[in-house]
């Protein structure tokens, strides 16, 4: 799990290589997981993983189905903490269900259309885990 900044693989005190004590990338076994979250549970979720150390991202996102906000929550993890940070997910995202407003047909004259709200669920998280080539904090 990426907690603090590590100086390089080696805590950066080779003095021999060139870029000794300098920053050096993070190369293997770090994932990105991205969390598409109801708003409501973003800031629990931001707040739960920063309790167990995790640096997140927090974005403004919105659905393309139904078109309303949600978040995406972005965070850069070593490959053994994923499932923690999973699990962080499950405890403080919850599945929704959400009302939406059908938008109205075009309507020929005489036709009418009586709209009612359709129940959507809408999951507690959409989570993608996708490899990282290389992650680095200039
Ligand atoms: P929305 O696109 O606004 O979708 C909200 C909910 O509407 C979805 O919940 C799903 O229950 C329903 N829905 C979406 N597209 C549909 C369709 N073509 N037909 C019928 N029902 C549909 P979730 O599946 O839990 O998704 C929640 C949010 O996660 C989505 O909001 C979207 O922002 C994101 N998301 C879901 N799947 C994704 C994917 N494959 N790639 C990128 N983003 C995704």
């Known amino acids: 799990m990426i907690r603090a900044p590590r100086r390089g693989a080696d805590g950066g005190g080779d003095r021999s290589r060139p870029d000794a004590g300098a920053t050096r990338p993070i190369l293997a076994g770090v ?59 499950r405890e403080n995202c919850h599945s929704r269900t959400q009302l939406v407003n059908p938008m109205p047909p075009i309507l020929e004259p005489g036709e009418f259309f009586l709209p009612y709200p359709l129940e959507v669920d809408v999951g507690g998280a959409t989570v993608f885990v996708l490899p990282v080539e290389r992650f680095e904090r200039l």
């Open 31 to 89: 994932k990105l997981v991205v969390a598409i979250v109801n708003p409501e549970d973003a800031g629990p979720l931001v707040d739960g993983l920063l309790e167990r150390e995790f640096r997140a991202t927090r974005l403004h996102s919105s659905g393309g189905f139904l078109k309303q906000s949600n978040a995406t929550v972005i965070l850069g993890v070593e490959d053994d903490a994923v499932e923690e940070v999973l699990g962080v997910i």
